[in-house]
């Protein structure tokens, strides 16, 4: 098989994100939800750089020429979607957040309550 | 076992949600106010992270304080006070706004159809008489918008629908304290208790200028406002209505 210099960047650049996210894992820098979609993000362009003909056919069959263009249309679209994922994460993290704060105040209160007959 | 009607008991009692965030000229006034009324109320203030010396002002004024260790917005406070009167066994609930705006003698008169059981929440509105302050045109806009809206939504007529001055019982006091837009609550609350069948009323009532310091809702937010409310309206009305409080 004859490997093209850009498969070999590319088969490369894939190992190492997947390298890094590996590495994330296995310190618990990364949440057991959060790390499969980039696992799946980082050796996704390892196996598009070995599999170009369905690649090719998809991006002449949606009216596409120029074939890595097609790759920018995926990048972005999994970037949005991760952003997006991200969103909902930051949100479900601030109202999770805001239910903390309003529990600590309610505790509090009661803590200072209760406190204040043993005081005097 | 049931309750004994004694004074002091929560099940005859309302208690008032204050929420305040650096409200420390105004919040003592507004309690002190509270206070010469001839009704069975409790004030809590739910100090909102501020710098100043709300809580302690409020302290120094005998009312209850809830302090939240940092900023959460306006509508997470309040539902931290009706989570108090819900844990509490409160009769009825009531919200009047930290930054002295709200006239506390409106009080007897918002909860006249709850004790009456005709509504289960009552929203004190400036506009049906037309009395006292009567805010921004911004914000004046904005209540014609959402008073529109909310006709199409809920298909009723709610002139205030911005009001921050009203009255709850213990249903919708549930239903509010389970679920409360943390920012511009007000709209969306309306709503949510339409959607779980409560009735709402309206009684007039005269707004006040602020005694001290400055209304946080400027033009640019006024319009942040109409558009986050809108589209949650929207994204409400196609929310499945899950029963929640009581």
């Known amino acids: 098989m004859h490997l093209r210099l850009f498969q070999v960047v590319v088969a490369a650049s894939s190992l190492a994100l997947a390298g890094v996210v590996f590495e994330l894992i296995r310190r618990r820098k990364l949440k057991d939800e959060l790390w499969l979609p980039w696992l799946f993000v980082s050796l996704m362009p390892l196996v598009m750089s070995f599999w170009l003909e369905p690649w090719n056919a998809a991006a002449h069959w949606l009216g596409i020429w120029y074939e890595p263009a ?17 969103t909902v994460v930051v949100s479900t993290l601030m109202r999770q957040n805001l239910r903390l704060a309003q529990d600590l105040a309610l505790l509090r209160h009661r803590m200072d309550a209760a406190e204040r007959p043993a005081r005097g | 076992m049931a309750r004994d009607e004694r004074p002091g008991d929560p099940a005859v009692r309302t208690l008032v949600v204050v929420p305040a965030f650096n409200e420390e000229g105004n919040v003592g006034h507004l309690l002190r106010e509270l206070e010469t009324l001839p009704l069975p109320l ?7 992270g501020s710098v100043d010396g709300t809580a302690a002002a409020a ?9 939240l260790p940092f900023n959460c917005g306006i509508g997470a406070a309040v539902q931290t ?9 409160y009769a009825r609930t009531a919200r009047l706004d930290g930054d002295g705006q709200h006239d506390p003698r409106a009080l007897a008169a918002l909860l006249a159809p709850i004790d009456a059981a005709s509504a289960d929440m009552v929203i004190g509105s400036r506009y049906l008489d037309r009395q006292g302050f009567q805010s921004s045109p911004a914000r004046r806009v904005g209540s014609r918008w959402f008073s529109a809206l909310l006709r199409v939504v809920c298909g009723q007529r709610i002139s205030d629908p911005t009001s921050g001055l009203w009255a709850a019982n213990a249903r919708a006091t549930a239903i509010l304290a389970a679920e409360y837009a943390s920012d511009y609550p007000e709209v969306d609350a309306v709503v949510h208790l339409v959607r779980q069948g409560c009735t709402i009323a309206e009684v007039p009532v005269v707004m006040r200028a602020r005694h001290a310091g400055r209304s946080s809702i400027d033009a640019p937010r006024a319009l942040y406002y109409m558009l986050k409310v809108t589209i949650a309206l929207a994204a409400g009305r196609l929310r499945r209505a899950v029963p929640t409080g009581g």
Do not use: K
């Open chain 2, 59 to 67: 302290a120094a004024a005998g009312a209850r304080v809830l302090r």
């Open chain 2, 81 to 89: 006070g009706l989570r108090l009167a819900l844990d509490e066994g």
């Open chain 1, 70 to 86: 097609l790759l920018f249309v995926f990048g972005i679209l999994g970037c949005l979607a991760l952003i997006l994922y991200l």
């Open chain 2, 42 to 48: 409790d004030a809590v203030v739910v100090d909102d």
